[in-house]
């Protein structure tokens, strides 16, 4: 094999938001990551899936400097996590799956503080954070004490929190989490929007449906590793995805079917209705099983 010319290889780097090889974080005796290899293209939107302990916020945190790596290499927009923590902060945004807002503090007040720890100052902070308020639709609730807001309300506000230093790569970490439809499907406009301006995206989810609308590439993990991971249309032509989904009877759609296959079940035969293809929920089902996931066996992070 003819070695890659070092240009080629300096050109393919460039191009990646994030490279991670061999990544492994053990907390206690319990291993979080397991020789994960993950790279994201810049531009890219990434979904990544798995059952509760996969390890999807434990490579997260790492990633957006908030977690140490045991083994691996991990570049971040061309920068090491671990080392480079100051320099990779000013350029990622972060929105944690628990919300990150100071209840006690207005609404602006949370944008403006949010937006000096960016480094953002003067007539820009201004700008920045009235564009926060009208994209998350509180501009009338400037002055209300987040702690008066309901979760759809805080959800807004925690997105835009983490996007008024416009960065190149945003960490969301089921961002979504609690929120009544309508902020949902503003939070999904928001994300979409920031994606089409050519930010870099990782988006953890147990939504589906949010993966399949948001995300090009998706990397399904389990117990810290990679199970698989490509679009939907690669993942749906993968050998281990057909053999877990050729079990038992399968009916494709049409009139009275449902109910043909309850009572199938019934009796004991494995029946499911299905399209022509399968869906993401399937295809996640078929690869990492059927087990109940409960949350206390969540690994720590």
Request: glycine share 12%.
């Amino acid at each position: 094999m003819q070695p890659i010319p070092a240009q080629v290889r300096d050109a393919e780097a460039s191009s990646h938001a994030i490279e991670v090889r061999g990544l492994q974080k053990t907390f206690g005796d319990v291993p979080a990551v397991q020789g994960l290899d993950l790279v994201v293209r810049q531009g890219e939107s990434l979904g990544l899936l798995g059952p509760n302990g996969a390890g999807k916020t434990t490579t997260l945190r790492i990633l957006s400097t908030l977690l140490r790596a045991d083994a691996g290499t991990v570049r971040v927009l061309g920068l090491d996590p671990a080392e480079d923590g100051p320099a990779l902060r000013s350029r990622i945004g972060v929105v944690p799956q628990d919300i990150a807002l100071y209840h006690g503090l207005r609404a602006e007040e949370n944008l403006s503080l949010f937006g000096e720890l960016s480094g953002l100052r003067g007539a820009r902070l201004r700008e920045r954070v009235e564009w926060g308020l009208e994209t998350a639709g509180l501009v009338e609730r400037r002055r209300s004490l987040v702690s008066e807001f309901s979760g759809g309300m805080k959800r807004r506000l925690n997105l835009v929190a983490a996007l008024l230093h416009e960065p190149e790569l945003v960490f969301l970490d089921e961002p979504t989490a609690g929120v009544d439809p309508q902020s949902r499907n503003h939070l999904f406009e928001q994300v979409e929007a920031i994606h089409r301006g050519g930010t870099t995206l990782v988006y953890t989810t147990h939504a589906m449906g949010e993966v399949e609308r948001l995300c090009d590439r998706i990397m399904i993990m389990d117990k810290g590793r990679c199970l698989a991971e490509g679009s939907l249309e690669v993942l749906r032509d993968l050998e281990e995805v057909r053999a877990g989904l050729g079990s038992g009877l399968q009916l494709e759609q049409g009139a009275d079917l449902e109910r043909v296959a309850a009572i199938l079940r019934e009796h004991g035969v494995g029946a499911e209705v299905r399209g022509a293809a399968p869906d993401l929920e399937s295809i996640f089902l078929a690869l990492t099983g059927r087990a109940l996931r409960d949350e206390s066996q969540e690994v720590p992070s």
